[in-house]
């Protein structure tokens, strides 16, 4: 009978409730308005039954309005202001639309019930974008930590379908996209990796382990600038030679030696160009976050598959229009920039150097 008493008495708490949100609705007060708040927590005849039934539907609406937080301020980039979008997740609203259907269409990435595949994709975004703390993000789309948490890596793990797709080797049928200069330097430097200065992606990695991740293969190389060694896994340019791009605007090489230092800028022009836009689109790059390090490896592998998605479908942007000009890169006067600082692993014996003097003066002639 008392439990026959309580579920009408509960029923009828139930009615009033109903009563009272269609009463608050007609005085079209917001949800989160104080006296939309104060009436809930006033009406009722049993104030302790009701309070708590009413505190809990205020955190249900509460977490509802948080929700489309997240879903409003991402429809907004992609509809609103351009400059806006380009600003906050580093793509334009075109290359964003294109790259959320084609995770879509792959089933790389599915809606959940209260998050879009595009609010996902904008969360990592803003992470690789900004440099941003899951704890910032948290603030921008009012989810939970665990939430932002759990959709950075979900994304991040689709990116790693998305980087065996469109991180391929070039093929001899090059794109239109390709230099014919680079292509030529690239022949004439074959062991080159990389330059030293402005292309190393920060990583934090215990110091005992630093070394097996520095790239270097047999008669593989970094381009450096004249303040480095010219030894074994960097090739310097000859000294006392003219080397800087502008050296050669008026007066071409003559010189074998004048001739390799002009190629020698010029491929490292490139590539300082390539890793400068790589860059700029994504900050994390220059500073990497303490995530472990698989994590750090797939964020890398992330951006650079995105750089090439947007590169690959010849998505006008501005940062590649910018970064194409030959004045982007400009001589490091000092010589020698912070990323070759503390390097480890260099060979500085004679051999060493006499290996990589032989090999330069090889390519020379």
Request: charged fraction near 25%.
């Amino acid at each position: 009978m008392k439990a026959a008493q309580a579920f009408a008495q509960t029923n009828n708490l139930d009615k009033e409730m109903d009563e009272c949100i269609e009463k608050l609705k007609a005085l079209e007060w917001g949800n989160s308005d104080p006296k939309y708040i104060t009436a809930l927590m006033l009406f009722a005849k049993n104030p302790g039954y009701i309070w708590i039934r009413k505190k809990k539907r205020i955190e249900r609406i509460k977490a509802n309005e948080s929700e489309e937080i997240g879903h409003a301020y991402t429809q907004d980039l992609i509809h609103g202001d351009p400059i806006q979008c380009f600003d906050m997740i580093r793509l334009s609203q075109y290359a964003f639309v294109l790259l959320c259907n084609h995770f879509t269409q792959r089933n790389w990435l599915q809606h959940s019930r209260t998050i879009s595949v595009e609010e996902k994709i904008t969360i990592f975004l803003h992470v690789v974008g900004h440099n941003e703390r899951f704890r910032a993000v948290k603030e921008r789309f009012h989810h939970s930590i665990q939430t932002i948490h759990q959709c950075f890596h979900e994304v991040l793990k689709a990116m790693m379908c998305f980087a065996r797709e469109i991180i391929v080797p070039t093929s001899s049928n090059t794109t239109k996209n390709t230099s014919e200069c680079y292509r030529r330097l690239k022949n004439i430097f074959p062991g080159a990796l990389g330059a030293l200065d402005g292309t190393l992606v920060h990583a934090v990695v215990p110091i005992d382990e630093q070394t097996r991740y520095r790239g270097r293969g047999k008669d593989k190389y970094y381009i450096c600038d004249a303040a480095y060694t010219n030894t074994r896994g960097f090739m310097a340019p000859y000294r006392n030679t003219r080397y800087w791009l502008a050296d050669f605007r008026r007066n071409r090489a003559l010189t074998k030696e004048e001739r390799l230092n002009h190629a020698h800028a010029q491929l490292r022009n490139f590539i300082e160009r390539a890793y400068g836009v790589l860059k700029a689109r994504f900050p994390i790059l220059k500073r990497m976050a303490p995530y472990p390090f698989p994590v750090q490896r797939d964020i890398v592998i992330a951006c650079v598959a995105v750089h090439n998605f947007i590169k690959k479908y010849d998505i006008e942007n501005d940062l590649f229009t910018s970064f194409e000009q030959n004045n982007m890169v400009t001589p490091n006067v000092g010589g020698g920039g912070s990323e070759g600082q503390n390097i480890q692993g260099i060979e500085w014996g004679s051999e060493a150097v006499e290996y990589m003097t032989t090999l330069r003066d090889q390519i020379a002639n």
